[in-house]
């Protein structure tokens, strides 16, 4: 039963109109984060820390994220790489990105992630 003053038809809002507009035989959405990172000055002890962390936290990724690809560098930016990431659920990147920060932070004091979406049949 609906609260007082409301009722069980809600407003359409743009976001509403575009769902009931888009296509039902796509059935799930896929979310791509394009993570910018920047790497501090490294001594060379501290490039095999982070490569061997690095390389540990890969091996312990969610079933729920995929990197799909690493690049070591961006030409036309101030960072020195990106990784995309992909997610069908929200709450899993999320859990990875904390697992990535609390793996990086040491070496890495600067990301910038933007995050994309596609519709997959």
């Known amino acids: 039963m609906p609260l007082s003053g409301s009722s069980f038809h809600r407003a359409k809002t743009r976001l509403t ?8 035989r796509c059935n799930s959405l896929i979310f791509a984060f394009l993570i910018f990172y920047r790497v501090r000055p490294l ?18 990724l ?6 799909v690809a690493e ?3 961006i030409w036309g930016t101030t960072y020195n790489g990106m990784i995309t990431v992909e997610s069908r659920d929200l709450s899993a990147f999320h859990d990875f990105w904390h697992r ?21 049949p």
Do not use: C, M
Request: net charge positive; proline share 2%; hydrophobic share 30%.
């Open 71 to 73: 690049y070591a560098h």
């Open 17 to 24: 109109q575009l769902l009931d507009r888009r296509d039902l």
């Open 100 to 120: 990535f920060r609390e793996t990086t932070r040491w070496y890495v004091p600067e990301t910038r992630t933007y995050i994309a979406q596609k519709e997959q």
């Open 62 to 67: 969610s079933k729920d994220v995929e990197i």
């Open 43 to 60: 001594t060379e002890a501290d490039k095999k820390k982070a490569t061997a962390g690095w390389e540990q936290f890969k091996k312990n």
